[in-house]
């Protein structure tokens, strides 16, 4: 336990400026640990995924109290995601990945404690929910803090291999979590929270137990967080990737949120079924980001995957609104994989631009940043979304697919007025 404490060695390409410690070759047991933390983590969100219709039918309320409750959740992360970055700028990743997932196993602990006692006014009940997801959602920077780490420890020409290894761990738990948590809700509402708890909880003791410290003493931040956020906010490019980020993952939540009410109402699929749906879009993700990113970067470059990422996603979400009039199960299949390709190049492909483009002591807030602003995307995407399906089933997947279109337009204007060495801190 003695190395958990030790700072890890850095890589990039850039020269280290005047009094830095020199870059090394990164460890490998880092990362492999970082992988179990972030799944087993993502493990523990997506336990609950399941839990939305009994929880509706558990207080009796609207299905928009319940998007609202996930719309909370996000604005949440939005605003404590860029802040948690930017502190793991200054202290470290180490001590904000605990934090995070700390507090994800306390929220979900009071989330258990709501759903296991009868309220006699129901309405307590759902406010400690509530209270749940905005705890859950301020401390619940674990992923910016993340994808820094990796960014520490990896070089410009590896750096899209491990951020889609860090999104093969995420596809992990996204597959195994929903199923989980459904057996487990099935049995009693409130063991798919404690068993999230408990995941959460096993992912901050290996943070602490095993996890180096990837950040230098001499590479510290003395910048604020809003100031960092606004030097990183006047720099065209990142400004740019993050609005192009915005508009995909707007698209991204568009189709999700619809998605499992296309399926039941198109084929009339059940709720296993439909979770089988997701298990096909989730291994294709591990696949891809896993196993494929890095010889794809190798060979076709960052800014080639983030352009034609959209393109690919675009035309899954077509497929979707063809199959609205000619429903065929074989095209269905085809569409989620396509869908999940698109998007399993262009994520790892921005997160690692966004990188290269942030200064080494900036790397934590460019990552939350990121992160915060697909946390943005993600409370408004679905209320969009539910105000079109109703006037149309198929306008969400037109307009994902639109504006994905858009986004990948954008990426290549970019690509073509990006020059210049790593920005500098001003």
Not at 279 to 287: E, H, K, N, P, S
Not at 329 to 351: H, K, Y
Not at 355 to 383: E, I, N
Request: with cysteine.
């Amino acid at each position: 336990m003695s190395d958990a404490n030790e700072s890890l060695p850095l890589t990039d390409a850039e020269s280290p400026e005047a009094g830095d410690v020199p870059y090394t070759t990164p460890h490998k047991r880092p990362l492999k640990i970082l992988f179990f933390i972030v799944m087993t983590d993502m493990l523990g969100f997506a336990l609950l995924l399941p839990l939305a219709p009994a929880i509706q039918a558990r207080f009796g309320v609207q299905a928009i109290a319940v998007t609202i409750m996930m719309s909370i959740y996000a604005m949440c992360q939005f605003i404590a995601t860029p802040i948690l970055g930017s502190i793991s700028d200054r202290v470290g990743r180490r001590p904000v990945l605990i934090y995070s997932q700390a507090g994800s196993s306390i929220a979900s602990i009071i989330t258990a404690v709501a759903l296991a006692i009868t309220f006699k006014n129901p309405t307590v009940g759902l406010i400690i929910l509530y209270a749940s997801r905005v705890l859950d959602g301020f401390t619940g920077g674990n992923l910016a803090a993340a994808q820094a780490y990796v960014s520490d420890v990896s070089t410009p020409s590896t750096r899209a291999k491990n951020m889609g290894v860090l999104g093969a761990a995420f596809g992990i738990g996204f597959v195994m979590g929903p199923a989980i948590g459904g057996l487990l809700s099935g049995l009693h509402l409130w063991l798919a929270p404690i068993a999230a708890a408990c995941c959460s909880a096993t992912a901050a003791i290996l943070s602490y137990a095993w996890l180096p410290e990837s950040r230098q003493p001499g590479r510290r931040s003395e910048h604020g967080h809003l100031k960092t956020a606004l030097t990183l906010l006047r720099q065209p490019a990142l400004a740019q990737i993050n609005a192009i980020w915005f508009v995909t993952m707007f698209a991204f939540v568009t189709a999700e949120s619809v998605f499992p009410l296309f399926l039941a109402h198109r084929f009339g699929m059940s709720q296993r079924q439909v979770g089988l749906m997701f298990v096909i879009a989730g291994v294709t993700i591990v696949v891809v980001q896993g196993r494929m990113i890095g010889p794809l970067t190798r060979r076709f470059g960052e800014w080639r995957l983030a352009i034609f990422g959209p393109l690919i996603f675009a035309a899954g979400m077509f497929l979707y609104a063809k199959l609205i009039f000619t429903p065929l199960l074989l095209v269905l299949l085809a569409a989620i994989v396509i869908n999940a390709l698109g998007r399993s190049f262009q994520t790892p492909s921005l997160s690692s631009l966004v990188a290269h483009q942030a200064h080494p002591d900036q790397q934590g807030a460019a990552a939350g940043l990121f992160q915060g602003v697909g946390s943005l995307a993600r409370v408004f995407g679905p209320v969009v979304s539910g105000i079109v399906y109703d006037r149309h089933n198929s306008v969400p997947f037109i307009l994902a697919g639109t504006l994905t279109v858009i986004a990948s337009l954008l990426t290549t204007v970019l690509r073509a007025q990006s020059a210049g060495p790593t920005p500098t801190v001003t």
